[in-house]
């Protein structure tokens, strides 16, 4: 049942260019335009829309942190991220225009569900994003959009978080369209790269050697940081996530640009840092910030292990190791840059003899508070 895996984590890793390929399939018709009409929420309605707010825990809320930048990039929408548990216990602004986006693999997940319902009574759209059918979740919301991952046993969201990003940028990319041609230009782009994704990340797939190597040379670490800029941040948030919860070490994400600001000071010789480098093409001259935090960290004597693209040669003086992932636009780099992080937590936790599909403490769904 594990397809000659020793876990359902390194199956469900593998399988994660089919989720993202079946997360596309059907979604576009023959000129290429995005076809969602299992949204059953008019047009008219979403062409309403002035705010998108996403609820979601954990993996779930970081492929919402994700899609941010790339939903308010096509659309011109404001979005917001909360954590579901956050946004069922305070006074959210939520009206009939606002769309309020959950995201849950399981579908059942109670503090996602209580955010959903509290969108519900302030007049909130509700969409689910959910890779469970007839879960919980998507039937208390007006809409859903189903992941088409399959199921995923492992506790740890892997094909789940990849397949969640795409579902998420198919609704931006719908919502840029409806809003017009000078937006779905740049979105036609987009949804192009996004049917080439699943053969980048089976390219990642082939490439995990090193990163399997560096994992078993630090199974006695007792702390990782992992950095990130843009969409790169909430993939180093993942990262550290992973790690805490298969390896059971000491992980903490930022954004790189945070370092002067505190974090810096836990630098020291020896210190592992994973860094999430953007394309050399990445708006605001942002790879280039990343290659200079690189370098005011290895200045203190922090082991950088940096995941760049192809090609990416600027990365090379400051590095201890370098994770390359094939080229991609800027906005689709999370679905590959997640890839090497997810097999350094599983391998890291196989070095220290545990149990990946079932860390200690955490339940595959969390259906009570
Ligand atoms: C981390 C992980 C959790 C889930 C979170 C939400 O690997 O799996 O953080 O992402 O509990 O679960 P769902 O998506 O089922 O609502």
Redesign the pocket.
């Known amino acids: 049942e594990k397809g000659g895996h020793e876990w359902f984590m390194e199956k469900e890793i593998h399988e994660q260019p089919q989720a993202v390929a079946d997360t596309l399939l059907g979604r576009t018709d023959e000129t290429g335009a995005l076809v969602l009409d299992e949204l059953r929420i008019s047009e008219e309605q979403l062409r309403n829309v002035d705010r998108i707010t996403f609820v ?5 809320a970081y492929a919402g942190m994700v899609a941010k930048y790339a939903i308010e990039r096509w659309t011109r929408i404001p979005v917001e991220v909360a954590l579901a548990h956050e946004f069922r216990y305070c006074d959210p602004i939520a009206d009939e225009r606002t769309l309020v986006v959950s ?7 109670m503090d ?1 569900l209580m955010a959903v319902k509290h969108a519900h009574d302030l007049g909130a759209l509700t969409v689910s994003i959910c890779n469970t059918h007839g879960a919980t979740i998507p039937r208390e919301s007006d809409a859903v959009l189903y992941t088409h991952a399959g199921p995923e046993i492992a ?3 892997t094909k ?2 990849l397949a969640q990003i795409t579902a998420c940028y198919l609704l931006g990319l719908y919502l840029a369209q409806l809003r017009g041609e000078s937006y779905a230009d740049d979105a036609r782009v987009v949804l192009t790269e996004l049917h080439e994704t699943p053969d980048r990340i089976a390219e990642v797939l082939d490439r995990l050697d090193r990163v399997r190597e560096i994992a078993h040379f630090m199974a006695d670490t007792r702390s990782v940081l992992f950095l990130g800029r843009h969409v790169g941040y909430p993939i180093a948030l993942e990262g550290a ?2 790690l805490k ?1 298969l390896a059971y070490i000491h992980a903490e994400g930022f954004a790189a640009g945070e370092l002067k600001h505190g974090p810096i000071a836990l630098i020291e010789p020896g210190q592992p840092v994973f860094i999430v480098v953007p394309g050399p093409d990445t708006p605001h001259g942002l790879h280039g910030k990343v290659v200079s935090n690189i370098q005011e960290i290895r200045a203190r004597g922090a082991r950088t292990i940096v995941i760049a693209q192809d090609g990416d040669t600027a990365v090379e003086p400051f590095a201890d190791e370098v994770i390359r992932v094939p080229r991609t636009s800027p906005m689709l780099q999370p679905l590959l840059t997640a890839v090497p992080l997810q097999v350094f937590a599983m391998e890291l936790a196989n070095a220290k003899g545990l149990d990946v599909d079932q860390p200690r403490n955490l339940a595959k ?2 259906t009570v508070e």
């Open positions: 979601a825990c954990g993996t779930a995201i849950s693999q399981s579908g059942e997940t996602t506790v740890a969201s789940g978080f996530l992973k919860e769904s969390v």
